[in-house]
């Protein structure tokens, strides 16, 4: 603990958080007024609550978009959400331009439920 009685400051952390709150900035601007920090301090993790989704912003020097779906998806787990996604950062790029990725069966059920005349109801001609 630093002598201000708070944690330590991590680059990287507090690059992420910077990142996130540039993606919160945005969404409020494009009319996603919902989106909010998801915690304060320490327990801020650079993730965006108050969406049906789980979103965790990542600002990564090497782009792992593994290691960044798994803490999207253990966040989405912890908050009982089965949609999640992950924002990436883009080196010289405003954030507008940054990458939303989701693993393929989190994208499936975005789809169907976005347009449900995809998949037809059981008993029905395809």
Do not use: C
């Given at each position: 603990?630093?002598?201000?009685g708070?944690e330590?400051r991590s680059g990287?952390?507090?690059?992420a958080?910077?990142?996130?709150?540039?993606?919160?900035a945005f969404?409020?601007?494009?009319?996603v007024?919902?989106?909010?920090?998801?915690g304060?301090?320490f327990?801020?993790?650079?993730?965006i609550?108050g969406l049906?989704?789980?979103?965790h912003?990542h600002?990564?020097?090497?782009?792992s978009?593994?290691?960044?779906?798994?803490?999207?998806?253990a966040?989405a787990?912890?908050?009982?959400?089965?949609?999640?996604?992950s924002v990436?950062?883009?080196k010289?790029?405003?954030v507008?331009?940054?990458y939303?990725?989701?693993?393929?069966d989190?994208f499936?059920?975005v789809l169907?439920?976005l347009?449900?005349e995809l998949?037809p109801?059981?008993?029905?001609?395809?």
């Amino acid at each position: 603990m630093s002598d201000t009685g708070t944690e330590p400051r991590s680059g990287n952390r507090w690059r992420a958080i910077a990142f996130r709150d540039s993606v919160l900035a945005f969404l409020h601007e494009s009319g996603v007024h919902a989106a909010h920090r998801s915690g304060t301090g320490f327990d801020d993790d650079a993730s965006i609550a108050g969406l049906p989704w789980t979103v965790h912003a990542h600002r990564q020097r090497t782009l792992s978009l593994s290691l960044s779906q798994d803490h999207a998806a253990a966040r989405a787990a912890e908050a009982g959400s089965e949609l999640y996604a992950s924002v990436h950062y883009r080196k010289s790029h405003p954030v507008e331009l940054a990458y939303v990725t989701m693993p393929l069966d989190v994208f499936a059920t975005v789809l169907v439920r976005l347009h449900p005349e995809l998949s037809p109801t059981p008993g029905s001609a395809a």
